[in-house]
């Protein structure tokens, strides 16, 4: 069976192969798919031209590669008698990816470039316009983007990702360049014009968008080596071949400090201090030299490799001369100052200095020390340990010792005044540790202890008068009612003496008047009663009148006259008359016997 058909099979092989063959042979057909690209060689050409010496293009119709490629489609006058067709897949180069290109012909790139300058040829995809328009063989500035490209290979090498090994390339380059957030790249040109002489760095040079556009940096002179610009973060179509970069953190100023920058290039130098500013010099930001304006807390994309940021803490520092060593490590080689006394000993002091530098005055600051280590260790150093070997020598130990917080408020005086020359605020200086000689220190020791017990017995004697004091009060107030018994039994006393002796006198002066009266009435009642018996002896005669005088007497006082009085009436007695006269002054003497011996008692008890 199979046998029978073989006659078949091979003449419909042979038409199918005569249908695809004599098209070619007979009219010269080529076929291009559409991930084709058809790179031309011609055999020979009638006119009988070559190519030029140094050329390997034909732009017009030599022998050799042609300039002119197929593109996806039939293409008849091909003979393949004249005309060799190589058929190469397209370009593609994926997202997130760059080709680079070495042209194989063209003009001679010019000794102070290295790449071949950008010109217009649809990104490599016409080789006669690139040719024509006096593009440059060699490396080339132009990089290919993310697309699918149509190129004679015969001309250019696009160099990819997947090749790149074969070319002698790191595939790694062959990426979208991207600077990674909170970094900063720096940037080197590897094309250019050269920097000139005494300059460390190309200037800012605008206009090239960020370094993508190669053609238009050279076309603006720009310079090869490092670049004053830096890329931020983000993504960079970079010609690795054109420029390299380096990334470095952004350069952050912490809260409480700012940052001074010291530009190495920029605009040329123009000092803005002003005459009254001796000891260094200050410029705007962009210039060479110390930038008057600071950065401030933040992060800041600084070139590193330019410029350098010197931290100044805006906050109060503390610096030690001692074995103590602060965070900040800008007392690291500050150690306890030796001094010698008035006396000749030798002693170690410990200070810590408290000073501060405002936000306005740091740049005034490094344009004069260049760094905060400089002004610690060439400006407070000397200032402070200069002051106090000076001062000590003015004193003994046990003075330095004993009146140390007067030694301080003067240091802290002298360096306040120093540093203000330097523009830094000097807020306080401190005594720390004393170390005198030990024999010394226990002079001292004996005599604070001597004093301490001085202080102790004079409170304790303070304690005993208190004592006292408090037991004599305590006994006051125990007979404190007794106190006021007798105080009120004395005052009692005295009131009671008081009104006895104001009642005698009134007494005495009753008495003196009425004793004065009734000596009035007696003297007066006698004078009546003398010029009554003068009268009666003078009408009754003496005798007759004396007998009726004592006979009314008996009848007023009723006196008895017998058994009494015995009347005799033989010689030698009395008569009637005596014996009454007798019975009356016997009643008139009784009465005044009896007053006067009361008178007489009354003047014994009271003087008065």
């Known amino acids: 069976m199979i046998e029978s058909l073989l006659p078949l099979i091979i003449i419909v092989v042979v038409i199918v192969a005569l249908a695809v063959v004599l098209p070619g042979v007979l009219l010269g057909l080529v076929i291009i798919n559409e991930r084709q690209v058809g790179v031309v060689i011609r055999r020979f050409s009638f006119s009988g031209k070559s190519l030029p010496k140094g050329r390997l293009i034909a732009l017009e119709g030599e022998p050799g590669y042609q300039a002119d490629t197929l593109a996806p489609g039939w293409h008849l006058g091909y003979f393949s008698w004249m005309y060799s067709i190589i058929k190469v897949p397209v370009t593609v180069v994926p997202q997130g990816e760059i080709a680079l290109v070495v042209a194989a012909d063209g003009a001679a790139v010019p000794p102070d470039r290295i790449l071949?300058?950008?010109?217009?040829?649809?990104?490599?995809?016409?080789?006669?316009k690139f040719l024509a328009n006096g593009g440059e063989k060699g490396r080339q500035l132009k990089i290919i983007t993310a697309g699918t490209y149509r190129i004679n290979t015969a001309l250019f090498n696009v160099i990819t990702r997947?090749?790149?090994?074969?070319?002698?390339?790191?595939?790694?380059?062959?990426?979208?360049?991207?600077?990674?957030?909170?970094?900063v790249g720096i940037v080197t040109s590897l094309d250019g014009k050269p920097i000139p002489e005494g300059e460390i760095a190309a200037l800012f040079l605008p206009g090239h968008e960020n370094f993508q556009n190669a053609q238009a940096f050279i076309d603006a002179g720009g310079q090869r080596g490092l670049q004053e610009q830096v890329l931020l973060s983000g993504s960079w179509n970079l010609n690795p071949w054109f420029v390299r970069v380096e990334q470095v953190p952004m350069t952050e100023i912490p809260i409480g400090y700012v940052g001074v920058v010291i530009s190495f290039i920029g605009k040329a130098h123009e000092d803005i201090s002003g005459v009254e500013f001796k000891h260094g010099d200050l410029v705007n930001v962009g210039h060479k030299g110390v930038w008057a304006a600071p950065l401030y807390p933040g992060k800041h994309p600084i070139n590193t490799r330019v410029m350098r940021t010197e931290l100044v803490p805006t906050t109060n520092i503390v610096l030690n001369w001692a074995e103590r060593t602060e965070m900040h490590g800008y007392d690291s080689r500050l150690n306890s100052i030796t001094v010698r006394s008035q006396d000749g000993f030798a002693f170690n002091l410990e200070i810590a200095q408290v000073i501060h530098i405002g936000a306005l005055e740091a740049s005034r600051v490094i344009s004069r020390v260049g760094s905060m280590q400089n002004l610690v260790d060439h400006v407070l150093e000397p200032i402070v340990a200069n002051y106090f070997r000076n001062a000590a020598q003015r004193y003994t130990v046990l003075d330095f010792l004993s009146a140390r917080s007067d030694r301080q408020s003067e240091a802290a005086q002298h360096v306040r005044t120093a540093l203000r020359a330097y523009d830094v605020e000097a807020i306080d200086t401190l005594l720390g540790a004393i170390d005198p000689p030990?024999?010394?220190?226990?002079?001292?020791?004996?005599?604070?202890?001597?004093?301490?017990?001085?202080k102790t017995y004079e409170v304790q004697e303070i304690a005993q008068v208190q004592r006292q004091q408090l037991v004599r009060q305590t006994e006051m107030a125990n007979i404190q009612q007794q106190v006021v018994q007798s105080e009120q039994g004395v005052n009692i006393a005295e009131l009671q003496a008081q009104a006895a002796i104001k009642q005698a006198s009134g007494d005495a002066e009753s008495i003196r008047l009425r004793a004065s009266g009734e000596a009035d009435a007696i003297r007066a009642r006698g004078e009546a009663q003398a010029s009554a018996h003068q009268l009666?002896?003078?009408?009754?005669?003496?005798?007759?009148?004396?007998?009726?005088?004592?006979?009314?007497q008996v009848g007023e006082n009723s006196i008895r006259i017998i058994p009494d009085v015995l009347v005799n009436g033989g010689e030698g007695g009395?008569?009637?008359?005596?014996?009454?006269?007798?019975?009356?002054?016997?009643?008139?003497?009784?009465?005044?016997?009896i007053k006067s011996s009361g008178d007489s008692q009354s003047s014994q008890e009271d003087p008065a």
């Open 536 to 552: 009666g002896a003078a009408a009754m005669g003496m005798q007759g009148y004396t007998a009726l005088q004592l006979m009314q």
């Open 574 to 593: 009395g008569s009637m008359v005596e014996a009454l006269l007798g019975v009356i002054l016997s009643n008139q003497l009784a009465p005044n016997a």
């Open 162 to 183: 997947a090749n790149a090994n074969q070319n002698g390339m790191d595939s790694g380059d062959l990426s979208v360049y991207s600077v990674e957030p909170d970094m």
């Open 116 to 128: 071949g300058k950008v010109v217009d040829s649809d990104n490599y995809q016409d080789a006669r």
């Open 438 to 454: 030990p024999a010394l220190m226990a002079t001292l020791t004996d005599r604070k202890i001597a004093e301490e017990q001085k």
